[in-house]
């Protein structure tokens, strides 16, 4: 067995679990009554946002508050942004923990797996499953970019922020999981790490602290300018730092209970 296999494994329990089509029919649902909310505020403005000049168009006023509210005030339903912080954690609390509690955690280690090869492999999986979610919300403003004029690189730096956000949450949930007893734990863990993540300087914003070290550590302050078009390696390190640490304690903890038997 190996990284692939696991992979295939696991995506194969992602498909068959009731939840996962649950989750998605919800928050696809969500987000398409989002989008029309969006597109109709949109085109009731468009004479008024016509007369404006370099006023906002359909990429800033549509396509990129689809993906998080934190460019709409929170005025409509959440974006995927806010809904990610809850379904990933959903999604990953039984990768580790699902089988710890099922008692088939031995037999993963037995089949000659270290604890890489299972947490990168269950990594891959739940990747592929968030890119092809997050491919489904975008086909929403993309059935549009033939009729309007869509900002194609501020789209995609929309669309990288997204998913490195869901590659960060999904990492974290996988950490919570490899620690945690039962999958209701590993869930509320990895909830409260991504809602701590997201309004650690919410603090530091209302004092007026705009550069400071806890503001660094939130994961809006690098959400936000992808969502803006801003592309920098700053973000993106923070994005990298937050995986690779995350992957790093859950592969830790798996190796040292296989070493424990």
Not at 28 to 37: H, P, Q, S, T, V
Not at 42 to 58: E, S, T, V
Not at 168 to 197: D, E, K
């Amino acid at each position: 067995m190996s990284v692939i296999a696991v992979a295939r494994l696991e995506l194969r329990r992602l498909f068959v679990r009731p939840l996962t089509w649950v989750l998605a029919a919800f928050t696809l649902g969500e987000l398409a009554w989002r989008f029309i909310l969006l597109l109709g505020q949109f085109l009731a403005n468009q004479i008024k946002l016509a007369a404006l000049p370099g006023g906002p168009g359909y990429t800033d006023l549509v396509a990129v508050p689809m993906l998080s509210s934190l460019l709409t005030g929170g005025l409509l339903p959440f974006g995927l942004a806010e809904l990610a912080l809850v379904i990933v954690p959903l999604l990953t609390m039984s990768t580790l923990a699902g089988e710890r509690s099922n008692g088939t955690l031995p037999l993963l280690f037995a089949s000659g797996l270290s604890g890489s090869q299972i947490v990168l492999g269950k990594y891959l999986a739940l990747l592929l499953w968030l890119a092809l979610w997050l491919l489904l919300v975008l086909a929403m403003p993309l059935s549009l970019a033939h009729g309007t004029h869509l900002d194609w690189g501020k789209f995609a730096a929309a669309s990288l922020g997204l998913l490195l956000m869901l590659a960060a949450l999904a990492a974290l949930g996988i950490a919570c999981s490899a620690f945690a007893s039962h999958p209701a734990i590993a869930a509320t863990a990895s909830l409260m790490l991504g809602l701590g993540l997201t309004i650690v300087n919410l603090g530091a914003q209302m004092a007026g602290v705009g550069n400071g070290a806890v503001n660094w550590l939130a994961l809006s302050t690098h959400l936000e300018p992808l969502l803006r078009g801003l592309v920098s390696s700053v973000d993106l390190v923070w994005f990298a730092l937050l995986i690779a640490f995350s992957l790093m304690l859950a592969i830790r903890r798996l190796s040292a209970e296989k070493e424990r038997g």
